[in-house]
């Protein structure tokens, strides 16, 4: 006999959430962010490998600094952007940062490159990039079941990928080692305004 108990509760979770970019400065209890990471290391994971973690941030400044170093790449990037298209394009990068006034960020961190690269001396038929395509896919899983975790303790979120163009930047700062990239950066705290 079916149980839909579990997917009326998922289903519930799921149509709740909404991309929230403004919080409350209300902390994230401890035992709350143990509960989300919980949650976050059964995320599926390709060939089985846990070669990822997840870098909290909850000291505002890091916070602040973490936004400057995105708006400086993102200026850098941009500059080489056609004229026509430089209003559309800050607009949009105004999300890549839109986590400043969260009380904790939850960054999934992977190692780009898997072990199949040693595997080969050449890769005619792609088995390298579908390896690095499936450990990307991977930490996107690892993001989701982090938010959908947050969620269902009645938190909010918003998956932050835009601040993924200044990866390098980040992992620098933050001191993590540097074979790795930032898969997202998770805002977690309560909306700033009901829902």
């Given at each position: 006999?079916?149980?839909?108990?579990?997917?009326?509760?998922?289903?519930?979770?799921?149509?709740?959430?909404?991309?929230?970019?403004?919080?409350?400065?209300?902390?994230?209890?401890?035992?709350?962010?143990?509960?989300?990471?919980?949650?976050?290391?059964t995320s599926p994971y390709a060939g089985g490998r846990k070669d990822w973690e997840i870098i909290l941030v909850d000291d505002l400044?890091?916070?602040?600094?973490?936004?400057?170093?995105?708006?400086?790449?993102?200026?850098?990037?941009?500059?080489?952007?056609?004229?026509?298209?430089?209003?559309?394009?800050?607009?949009?990068?105004?999300?890549?940062?839109?986590?400043?006034?969260?009380?904790?960020?939850?960054?999934?961190?992977?190692?780009?490159?898997?072990?199949?690269?040693?595997?080969?001396?050449?890769?005619?038929?792609?088995?390298?990039?579908?390896?690095?395509?499936?450990?990307?896919?991977?930490?996107?899983?690892?993001?989701?079941?982090?938010?959908?975790?947050?969620?269902?303790?009645?938190?909010?979120?918003?998956?932050?990928?835009?601040?993924?163009?200044?990866?390098?930047?980040?992992?620098?700062?933050?001191?993590?080692?540097?074979?790795?990239?930032?898969?997202?950066?998770?805002?977690?705290?309560?909306?700033?305004?009901?829902?």
């Amino acid at each position: 006999m079916k149980n839909n108990l579990l997917f009326d509760s998922l289903k519930t979770i799921a149509h709740k959430r909404k991309s929230i970019r403004h919080f409350k400065t209300e902390k994230i209890p401890r035992e709350d962010v143990e509960k989300i990471m919980e949650i976050a290391k059964t995320s599926p994971y390709a060939g089985g490998r846990k070669d990822w973690e997840i870098i909290l941030v909850d000291d505002l400044n890091t916070i602040n600094i973490l936004k400057d170093i995105i708006k400086k790449k993102i200026e850098l990037v941009y500059t080489g952007a056609k004229n026509e298209f430089r209003q559309m394009l800050d607009d949009y990068a105004k999300y890549f940062y839109s986590f400043e006034t969260a009380p904790l960020l939850m960054i999934p961190v992977y190692k780009p490159r898997g072990g199949l690269v040693h595997a080969f001396e050449s890769d005619p038929y792609g088995a390298i990039k579908l390896d690095e395509e499936g450990i990307i896919k991977s930490i996107a899983c690892v993001a989701m079941m982090t938010i959908l975790a947050a969620e269902s303790l009645g938190y909010n979120t918003c998956f932050v990928h835009g601040a993924c163009i200044a990866s390098d930047e980040i992992v620098s700062h933050l001191n993590i080692k540097k074979n790795k990239k930032i898969g997202a950066i998770i805002p977690v705290g309560y909306a700033q305004e009901a829902l």
